[in-house]
T-cell receptor
């Protein structure tokens, strides 16, 4: 069972570069989300989607774009990387939007220099 | 603003002891309170969860205590083991919203 798969696991970017963090789930979950984890800050929601074609902003959306063309995939795009986006990024999915277990990927550690 | 406040930020407990992590919330519309456990290099995973209509939920060595009037809930780990060393996040959700609000996390270290 693959669950939630994130790629890449590690990435180093130069300031101003763009890239896409990939996230795929094989559980047919409607709800998917992206979080960033920084020391002492916990997990902060970047963007989320309640189904294919539907996305919305979370707590810290600036500098990131998302799209949801299929149920399985939810890529996160960094438009112009900044050092402040150095973080560990987690993708999560769950069966329902309330009261259901969230399944997280293994994370992508991104460093922007 | 931080809607779920978690303490302590870090905790060291002797093997066999009781680990206690506390969380408090302001919004009375929250009606589901999960705890997630995260090991180094891994994503968080659901540990245990409670709804506000019960005051306690126990699963093995892990217990959530919930105080609705005080708007507080806590995780107790009985007979703590080195394998419990991890970061723990409390969280809260409300039915009419579709987000999980996480606390800032507690790094727990169990001494062997």
């Amino acid at each position: 069972n693959a669950g939630v798969t994130q790629t890449p696991k590690f990435q180093v970017l130069k300031t101003g570069q763009s890239m896409t963090l990939q996230c795929a789930q094989d559980m047919n979950h409607e709800y998917m989300s992206w979080y960033r984890q920084d020391p002492g800050m916990g997990l902060r929601l970047i963007h989320y989607s309640v189904g294919a074609g539907i996305t919305d902003q979370g707590e810290v959306p600036n500098g990131y774009n998302v799209s949801r063309s299929t149920t399985e995939d939810f890529p996160l795009r960094l438009l112009s990387a900044a050092p402040s986006q150095t973080s560990v990024y987690f993708c999560a999915s769950r069966r329902e939007v309330f009261g259901a277990e969230a399944f997280f990927g293994q994370g992508t550690r991104l460093t922007v220099v | 603003q931080q809607q779920v406040k978690q303490s302590p930020q870090s905790l060291i407990v002797q093997k066999g002891g009781i680990s206690i992590i506390n969380c408090a919330y302001e919004n009375t519309a929250f009606d589901y309170f999960p705890w997630y456990q995260q090991f180094p290099g891994k994503g968080p995973a659901l540990l245990i969860a409670i709804r506000p209509d019960v005051s306690e939920k126990k699963e093995g060595r892990f217990t959530i205590s919930f105080n609705k009037s005080a708007k507080q809930f806590s995780l107790h780990i009985m007979d703590s083991q080195p394998g419990d060393s991890a970061t723990y996040f409390c969280a809260a959700e409300m039915n009419r919203d579709d987000k999980i609000i996480f606390g800032k996390g507690t790094r727990l270290h169990i001494l062997p």
